[in-house]
């Protein structure tokens, strides 16, 4: 598949009109938003921000309730000397659990997510909590500027965004209501986790403040919140719930990590690969 012949799904509507350019309190960051809609598609979203000292790229495509289909997600952040890349198609529901669900969207990925496993090596500690968002083949590596990893990131980047295409191309709508409704909860589920636990947003907060920041990420970056769904962080997530009822704000309750990649070859969840 050609990717620009792909774009004709993309029937261009912006969803969310206000949500387009900002500047940061300090007057030295640009912030550049774009959404769309289409058919198969609930939401396409990015989000550039820009200074002299740093870039940042969060892009995203969420698939409408009636696909079972991943989200695709790219979180790029990279400054004069450190790049931090996530880049997956994020499962909408949990491949380690439900071994149909990976068989149908990622068994025929695996020689991809090597290949670039392999060109962009594990970037280092994991959250277990975190690690339910993603897939197999997810991509999560840092390394230092050079011009050859960012050919490799590009490469990557256009790699996983084709896959996700003709996985888009091939989906077939479901009928099933109660199917339906299981897609439903699981996009509002992620969403809820994101924009609660989102490492971005302390970088947004110091650049437009907290209360612009939370509301960047609750309507823009993860919009759906308001409208897939109506269960809370804590109905998803109660073990974050303090003794006061609050949301207790650390990353991890469980306290494991994966130092390592947690998946073997064939794409298998290695159970014993977390450290403390």
Known sequence: MDLRSSYHLFL???????Y???????GKSEIEMLSFEAT????????CIENQTMQVLDFAVFPEPEFDMPIFCANF???????IVVLDLNPLHDVISQRDYKEKYYKGLIPLGLKYAELLPWGGKL???????????VIWTRFTSSSYK???????FMDYYKAWLELMDQAVVETNASKIMCNREAQHRYLTWRAEKDPGHGLLKKLIGETQAKDLLVNFLFNGIDELGSKSFLDYFPEYCCEDGTINQSRSIIGKSFE???WDRKG???SNSFEN
């Open 12 to 18: 261009l509507a912006t969803p969310k009109e206000r």
């Open 20 to 26: 387009n350019s900002r500047i940061s309190m300090d």
């Open 40 to 47: 198969k598609v609930r939401l396409l979203r990015s989000l």
């Open 77 to 83: 952040f990279s400054s004069a000397n450190t790049n």
């Open 127 to 137: 959250t277990s909590e975190s690690l339910k968002f993603f897939s197999p083949i």
């Open 150 to 156: 960012y050919d490799v990131l590009y490469s990557a």
């Open 260 to 262: 390592s990649r947690p």
């Open 268 to 270: 298998e969840f290695i």
